[in-house]
């Protein structure tokens, strides 16, 4: 079956302190993977995406994910938090062509002063 | 100049009412979808069109019936409505209907309370 694990449902940070956040997937096919940010209120904004090639991607606002084929996982990490980086996190997978994105249930980060 | 839009932001409505919620992208984009995230933040696929025509049509129930004018527009209709319906509705646009390849666009959300 095709899913996405985000294991850690609350994240809790100091600003500056350094950010990682957990995402396993299980899929049958070469993965295409994504991560989202929600801010709240808001729609989901794409922070970046890994389709194949260096498995260490870059993202906006700071942010970088690493894909580990081996561990199934693609986990989003930022060396220094903001407190702006306050949101809701979702993992997403899909397959190349295909048509719908699967989501996991998110990990909400709070960061304190 | 809002890539995808959404109205309304906020809908309180009464159970067994039927409302709308209306989609527009101008992106260019071929292909819109409604995702239904729930309390829980859970984001469930409903519905997705390709320039107009219906490609996925989930497990939703028959209460929920989308409209594509044009592949600009997606709007979403609901009769008798259930508290069980209550939720953040998200509209998305991609640029084509091989989502995977380009990602998703996401409208900013319609938060639905039914009473």
């Known amino acids: 079956a095709q899913s996405v694990t985000q294991p850690d449902i609350h994240i809790t940070v100091s600003e500056g302190a350094s950010l990682e956040l957990r995402c396993n997937y299980s899929?049958?096919?070469?993965?295409?993977l994504f991560w989202y940010v929600q801010s709240p209120g808001q729609g989901l904004q794409l922070l970046l995406k890994?389709?194949?090639?260096?498995?260490l991607v870059q993202g906006i606002k700071g942010f970088e994910a690493e894909f580990k084929r081996s561990q199934s996982s693609f986990n989003l990490r930022k060396p220094s938090v903001h407190w702006s980086d306050a949101a809701e996190y979702f993992c997403?997978?899909?397959?190349?062509?295909?048509?719908?994105?699967?989501f996991g249930t998110g990990t909400r980060l709070q960061v304190f002063p | 100049d809002t890539a995808v839009s959404q109205t309304p932001k906020y809908l309180v409505t009464q159970m067994g009412n039927d409302k709308s919620i209306k989609c527009e992208q101008n992106?260019?984009?071929?292909?819109m979808y409604w995702y239904k995230q729930d309390s829980k933040k859970f984001l469930k696929i409903m519905f997705s069109?390709?320039?107009?025509?219906?490609?996925i049509n989930e497990t939703v129930p028959n209460r929920f019936s989308p409209k594509s004018p044009d592949k600009a527009h997606l709007n979403l209709h609901i009769n008798s409505l259930e508290l069980g319906d209550s939720a953040v509705y998200f509209c998305?646009?991609?640029?084509?209907?091989?989502?995977?390849?380009?990602?998703?666009?996401f409208g900013s959300g319609t938060r639905l309370t039914v009473v």
């Open positions: 890994y389709f194949s090639g260096d498995t």
């Open positions: 992106l260019g984009h071929d292909t």
């Open positions: 998305a646009s991609s640029l084509s209907d091989r989502a995977a390849n380009y990602g998703y666009t």
């Open positions: 899929y049958g096919a070469t993965p295409y």
């Open positions: 997403a997978v899909g397959g190349r062509n295909t048509d719908k994105l699967i």
């Open positions: 069109y390709n320039n107009k025509e219906l490609i």
